[in-house]
Each structure stands twice: as structure tokens, then as C-alpha cells.
């Protein structure tokens, strides 16, 4: 699924469902979003609206998150009644943006809108400044549709900022701390995972912490990646590469002046039932290599291991050869399939299965094509987003 989720005019929710390597999207009425009355068009003022599929639930249900933004745009001078304004320059500093929650089925369409919360702006964390939350759910049955959701954030100290669909409203609660095999702090640029009714923020320099959000006593737990992919507290961890290629559009991938993490060479993510971690080197041969979390949680186990340079050495492919800076990065990995991973490489989704050391399949895309996986059950279709009653359901066509 696209990570950006575009507001249209529109009068329902919308979806365009397609096969890998293409990527679905999620479409949001306009008027679900607009919360807020528009800036003074006389003003150096203008309105900005963008959305992300913050997260998945694993069991095909996405948190969705929606900002309504001031941006200063200066007039410098009029065409007739037509303002002409410098491009924007940054948020309004009086204006603390309005932002709209929703957990959405996209089989059916319907939307649960989540009540607002305070939040404050983070001017170093980008437009939509809580996409660090994730959606989990639970079954009575153990499994099939859920009876109850839970959409939850850690922020700073022994918190946890909580959502409970059963309770109907957000609240703060103490978390029991775990103890943590070094004193650092975690960096998280990776979405909230869903996984044996946990949630998982990762930190792709480390490890990943964890915690059961509808505990009445909440306990994080942390799992340390596989030892030889730890860096150490400190260690450089961007790089420069060229990012400006025909038809580049920026993405989350770019970062001042071009500067791009080691996030983009690692990923974590559940496929196949387990926990599993991926990640490529950035030199040739580029080594491809995934691990397998023990079912204790105690530690990695190496599945693969594949050389690309090798794998897609006879040529004829269209991303062939590379672009100067442009090495493969990990998209994400394939939810039901433990030897599939996607890549980007340049313009294109790669997909590679490492069982049978080929390339299975690809597609070009012109635009950003950031995605999270999901995983939509056969019973999707039939069921709906649990509620406590005060919560206000959106059903399509509504």
C-alpha cells in the first residue's frame, strides 16, 4: 500500500487494489479532512493537506493520518483579484495543525474517524509529526475478524500515549521498562509494526522495542538485531549519494542535501508468521541477507544470504546499469512469502526471491512509491471496525 494517502473530492473513501510489484492506494475525501476553516486569502497564508498510511494491523485494517497545515506563502503582488505569492517557505507559526485520525477497512471502505488529541509541532519532524503510532488488533476467537483495536505511540520516558477502541478515548499510561543491553537512545524512521498482539517500533541501528498495548500493566520489551548488524552508539550513520535522476520526485528517501540513511538498507517486518529482519550491503556484490527472529525472541537466524550483482549479472534489465550513487535499497518484504523482499532500485520495485536467486518480477514507477505491506484476509470483506459507540463510523457512500 502507497504510504502517501492523497485527499480528493470525492464522496467516499476510495481504493485502487492491485497485484505486486504495483502498488495500491488509498484515496480520502476532502471533506472528511477539513477540520478547520481555510486562511484568510488576503494573507501570506495558505492551506496545505497530505496524508500517510501510518500502519497496518497485520489482519488488513490501516491507521490513517491526515493534516490540515498553514504554510507562509509571502504575497509580492496582484493579478487582478489573483494573489501572486513566493513559494512556501515553511509552517505558520501561529497555527498548530489540525490532524485527523482514521482506522479504515479498505475492502468495504469504512472508516472509524479516532478522537483528536493535543499535539505539538515538531518543526524537525516533518508535516505529519505522529506517524510514529501503530494499529493492532485482537480476536476473542484467537483469530478472524477482531473483536477490539488498539492504536498506541511511545513518546519520550516510560509512556505510552494509547488508543483503545473499547474504551472510546485516548489515554496516557506508565509502561514497566526493560532493560537495555547498552544506555542509548532509540531512533526510530521505521512504521510501527503489528505482530503476536504487540506493537514494534524498530530502530534499524539496533534493535526494536515492544510493547502489548492493551495490558492494564504494559512491560516494553527489546530484541536486539543480529550482532553483526548492531552499529555502535555514535557511528556515522548517512551517507552521501546522488539523488537527482530524470523524473525524480522527492520522497522521504532524500534528506538535506541529499543525504540518506542506512534505514534505506534495512527493514524489518513480519512475513510468513515470524518476525524477520533484511538487509543489503551498499557496495557490489550487494549482499542481499534476511534473518529469521527465534520463536523465543532470544535471537537471529540467517535464511539467506544472496549476491544481486551476481543474480542479475547476464543483464537486459532495464535498471541495468547502475546510476552512479543509485545502489539497491529495501522496500519492504513480501508478508506471506519469507524468501521475497522488493527493491528499489532507481526507478523500479524489484522483486527478487532468494530461494531461487532470481528476479521475479518489476515495475517503473515516475513518482515516490514509498509503500508498507498488507495483508487482506479472506474475511475483510465481511466484517467491520469495532467500536465502543462513541466513535463516529463512516461507512461508503456516507
Known amino acids: ?86 513559494p512556501p517557505d515553511g509552517f505558520d507559526p501561529d497555527h498548530v495543525p489540525n490532524v485527523t485520525r482514521f482506522v479504515f477497512n479498505p475492502i468495504t471502505n469504512q472508516m472509524s474517524r479516532l478522537p483528536p488529541r493535543v499535539a505539538k509541532l515538531d518543526r524537525d519532524a516533518g508535516p505529519l509529526f505522529d506517524v510514529h503510532m501503530g494499529l493492532v488488533t485482537q480476536a476473542d476467537r484467537g483469530h478472524g475478524p477482531p473483536d477490539r483495536f488498539a492504536v498506541a505511540e511511545l513518546p519520550e520516558g516510560n509512556l505510552m500515549l494509547r488508543f483503545l477502541s473499547e474504551k472510546g478515548k485516548w489515554e496516557t499510561v506508565t509502561v514497566s521498562p526493560c532493560q537495555l543491553p547498552s544506555a542509548r537512545r532509540l531512533d526510530i524512521h521505521h512504521e510501527v509494526l503489528a505482530f503476536r498482539g504487540r506493537l514494534w517500533w524498530v530502530d534499524q541501528t539496533w534493535g526494536a522495542i515492544s510493547v502489548d498495548p492493551f495490558s492494564d500493566r504494559p512491560e516494553l520489551s527489546f530484541v536486539e538485531l543480529p550482532r553483526g548488524s548492531v552499529l555502535p552508539p555514535g557511528a556515522p550513520t548517512r551517507e552521501r549519494v546522488s539523488m537527482h535522476f530524470p523524473g525524480y520526485a522527492p520522497s522521504d528517501d532524500d534528506e538535506d542535501g541529499g543525504k540518506v540513511s542506512c534505514r534505506l538498507y534495512r527493514r524489518v517486518g513480519v512475513s510468513e508468521g515470524r518476525l524477520r529482519y533484511v538487509e543489503i550491503s551498499t557496495k557490489e556484490p550487494y549482499l542481499l541477507s534476511s534473518f529469521a527472529l527465534d520463536d523465543d525472541g532470544s535471537g537471529w537466524t540467517l535464511e539467506h544470504r544472496v549476491a544481486l550483482s551476481k543474480l542479475w549479472a547476464d543483464g537486459g534489465y532495464p535498471w541495468l546499469p547502475l546510476k552512479e550513487g543509485m545502489t539497491p535499497r529495501i522496500s519492504l518484504l513480501h508478508p506471506l512469502n519469507s524468501s521475497v523482499v522488493y527493491l528499489k532500485v532507481d526507478k523500479h520495485i524489484v522483486v527478487v526471491d532468494m530461494d531461487m536467486k532470481e528476479v521475479t518480477g518489476s515495475y517503473l514507477y515516475k513518482t515516490n512509491f514509498d509503500c508498507i505491506p498488507c495483508v487482506l484476509p479472506p474475511w475483510l470483506g465481511s466484517s467491520r471496525i469495532p467500536s465502543a459507540g462513541s466513535l463516529k463510523l463512516t461507512d461508503p457512500g456516507v
Not at 498510511?53 to 509580492?76: E, K, N, P, Y
Open 1 to 86: 500500500m502507497r504510504h502517501n494517502a492523497c485527499p480528493v473530492e470525492a464522496p467516499s473513501p476510495q481504493v485502487r487494489l492491485v497485484e505486486p510489484p504495483r502498488i495500491s492506494e488509498v484515496y480520502v475525501p476532502d471533506h472528511l479532512v477539513k477540520t478547520a476553516p481555510l486562511p484568510d486569502p488576503a494573507s501570506d497564508v495558505v492551506e496545505a493537506r497530505g496524508g500517510v498510511v501510518c500502519a497496518a494491523s497485520g489482519d488488513g485494517l490501516l491507521l490513517l493520518v491526515f493534516a490540515q497545515m498553514r504554510l507562509t506563502a509571502r504575497i509580492v503582488a496582484r493579478q487582478g483579484d489573483l494573489p501572486l505569492r513566493l
